[in-house]
Structure formats: C-alpha cells, structure tokens
C-alpha cells in the first residue's frame, strides 16, 4: 500500500501509486526548453568589437601618478589640496567628538543612578 500526506488532515493517507510518487506541490516533468526571451538583446561577440576601445576621455592616470609620486614630504591623503585637507580634518573632527561621547557615555552608563 501506498501513503502520501494529506494537506487537509496533516496525515498520512492511503494513496495509489502515481498519487504516492508525484506529492502535492511537485510537478511531474520540468520543461526542457528554454522560454523565450521577453527583453532580450542581440549579443556583440568579442571578434565583431573593434580592435581598440573608444574612449572619450582624456588619459588621466599619468598626470595622477606624476602628482602622487612628488617627493614634497605630504602623505599620499593629502596630495590633492584644500578638499582633501577638508575631509582629513572632517574625519578627524568626528573621530575624535565620537570617541569623546562614547567616554562621556561610558561614565554615565557606570556611575549608580541616585535615589530622591
């Protein structure tokens, strides 16, 4: 005898066969062919691209390894003037306030609360 699981009774009931090896929620077979394509784009292979990349930029890497590699005794973080200055201290201003807080929070977390 045959049994599946009834989803009305949370049992397991007599079955036949084919109800026994096909359970409730599986199909019998998938397809095997591939559905077709709804937003689909024709594809570029690599042999019908052209040789070089168009690009429309300017090359600037040159000039940025020129600029990083200037031995003028500043750190790489501060090579590029006033606005990374202005997010080096930025960072810093916030590092060191947040850590203060967290000290302040700390104490006041560790001191006993009074009664009145």
Known sequence: MYYKFSGFSQKLVGAVASAAYVP???KPLAST????LI???PTKLAS???AAVSYLG????PDL???FQKADGLPVHLKRGVPDQLLYRT???LT???TIYCLIALYMASQPKSKK
Request: charged share 20%; net charge positive.
């Open 58 to 61: 300017k090359n600037k890497v």
């Open 65 to 67: 390894q020129k600029l």
């Open 48 to 50: 019908d691209s052209p």
């Open 33 to 36: 062919e591939s559905p077709a």
């Open 39 to 41: 937003f689909g784009t």
């Open 91 to 93: 960072t810093m201003a």
């Open 24 to 26: 409730q929620g599986l």
């Open 96 to 98: 060191i306030g947040g």
